[in-house]
């Protein structure tokens, strides 16, 4: 059983997610509008940001243990009007470059999966300029107690359908709790609420 999940979540899986998250376009562009200068993304996934970011880019780092569809990924970054650097590693385990380096952090729909959130939001903290700002839109917990129960009664199969995504995460909540003081945030539904309560914002680093 070990090596056909193996399987699905290596050669599978990313290939559903890519189409699965192709349709969430027009989201990104206005998540993105705000970045500038260098910038780092964490969980590239396959690139599906690239073509979204606006001009006053000049420089894209990524973090993402995943390192699938390259053919299709290297399209993506040939194209890309700026330089691109790629680092397959976990975004929880420490970043490796230095404190206060980024004009920009990013963050799509990948605070629901990686295991430690609060750990890797607060590496963003630290590699942001203090003048810098985290953008970033995820799904998570609904502010409806209704749907919220049954996110926490299916983010157990949710877990392992979609390789380690949890439904119920309070995004607003884990920035915050990470240093980070909320510029803004809006709610948006795209789809069933149980998993489509989208969270978009810009934060802060404080102190």
């Known amino acids: 059983m070990g090596r056909i999940y193996d399987f699905y979540e290596r050669r599978l899986f990313p290939i559903g997610l890519d189409l699965a998250m192709k349709p ?3 989201q990104r ?5 705000e970045a500038r200068g260098d910038v780092l993304e ?3 996934g396959t690139g599906l940001n690239v073509p979204h970011y606006p001009a006053g880019v000049e420089r894209l780092s990524t973090v993402d243990p995943m390192n699938a569809l390259e053919a299709k990924v290297a399209r993506r ?3 890309a009007p700026f330089p691109v650097e790629r680092h397959h590693l976990p975004a929880d385990g420490g970043l490796p470059f230095d404190a206060g380096r980024f004009d920009t952090v990013t963050v799509t729909w990948t605070l629901c999966t990686i295991p430690d959130a609060g750990a890797a939001l607060r590496e963003m903290h630290r590699v942001l300029k203090p003048e810098g700002r985290l953008l970033f839109i995820e799904h998570g917990r609904s502010d409806d107690p209704g749907i919220a129960r ?3 009664r299916l983010n ?3 877990n392992v359908i979609a ?3 949890n439904l119920n995460r309070a995004i607003g909540e884990l920035v915050e709790g990470a240093g980070f003081q909320i510029e803004r945030l809006e709610q948006l539904i795209e789809g069933p609420r149980v998993f489509a309560t989208l969270y978009r ?3 802060l680093p404080k102190g």
């Open 77 to 79: 970054i040939a194209e």
């Open 29 to 33: 562009e206005p998540t993105l509008q």
């Open 163 to 165: 390789c380690g995504c």
């Open 201 to 203: 914002g810009a934060a």
């Open 42 to 44: 964490i969980g590239f």
């Open 24 to 26: 969430f376009g027009p």
């Open 150 to 152: 049954w996110q926490d």
């Open 156 to 158: 157990r199969i949710q």
